[in-house]
């Protein structure tokens, strides 16, 4: 299987597992549960219980928008039109810059709810946080270059 397969299904699969594991911790969870942290993972915001379902909720509509995003690359607004020659190269790029935004942000998003449910994950908020800007970096020099060299 591909890599870029795996990826996308790692994507989608990670909020459908969490709902699952949310689904079977729900009744131990307390009342109110924390729903926004700080810089260190401190919470500073607490809500309902049913709340842990949104946060799934939005992380499965958010893997599910990007991987099918990665699938019509060709379909993104892209700084510029693609040069002759160098169109498959920038939509591939714009293939990883989405599946990779997708894991970075399945990692944020699992830090996010291990947090909630009482878990110590601060540092899953971190690392997802700078994969993110990592990937999106990466991912815009790597465009910018496609257009720039084969323009030239």
Same mark, same amino acid.
């Given at each position: 299987? +591909?890599?870029?397969?795996?990826?996308?299904?790692?994507?989608?699969?990670? %909020?459908?597992?969490?709902?699952?594991?949310?689904? @079977?911790?729900?009744?131990?969870?307390?009342?109110t549960?924390?729903?926004?942290?700080?810089?260190? $993972?401190?919470?500073?915001?607490?809500? %309902?219980?049913?709340?842990?379902?949104? !946060?799934?909720?939005?992380w499965?509509?958010?893997?599910?928008l990007?991987?099918a995003?990665?699938?019509? %690359? &060709?379909k993104?607004?892209? %700084?510029?039109?693609?040069?002759?020659?160098?169109? &498959?190269?920038l939509?591939r790029t $714009?293939?990883?810059?989405?599946?990779?935004?997708?894991? =970075? @942000?399945? @990692?944020?998003?699992?830090?996010?709810? =291990?947090?909630?449910?009482?878990?110590?994950?601060?540092?899953?908020?971190?690392?997802? $946080?700078?994969?993110?800007? =990592?990937? !999106?970096?990466? $991912?815009?020099v790597?465009?910018?270059?496609?257009? +720039?060299?084969?323009? =030239?």
């Amino acid at each position: 299987m +591909k890599l870029l397969t795996v990826a996308r299904i790692a994507s989608v699969a990670a %909020p459908v597992l969490a709902a699952v594991i949310v689904a @079977v911790r729900y009744p131990t969870l307390p009342e109110t549960v924390p729903i926004h942290f700080d810089i260190t $993972g401190g919470a500073d915001l607490f809500g %309902p219980r049913w709340l842990v379902f949104v !946060l799934v909720g939005l992380w499965l509509a958010i893997a599910v928008l990007l991987v099918a995003l990665s699938t019509r %690359p &060709e379909k993104l607004n892209y %700084p510029s039109a693609p040069p002759a020659g160098a169109a &498959e190269r920038l939509y591939r790029t $714009g293939t990883w810059l989405l599946v990779g935004t997708a894991l =970075a @942000v399945a @990692v944020l998003f699992a830090g996010a709810l =291990a947090l909630v449910v009482g878990l110590p994950a601060a540092p899953l908020l971190w690392l997802g $946080g700078l994969a993110l800007a =990592a990937i !999106l970096v990466v $991912g815009f020099v790597r465009m910018s270059r496609v257009t +720039k060299t084969r323009s =030239a």
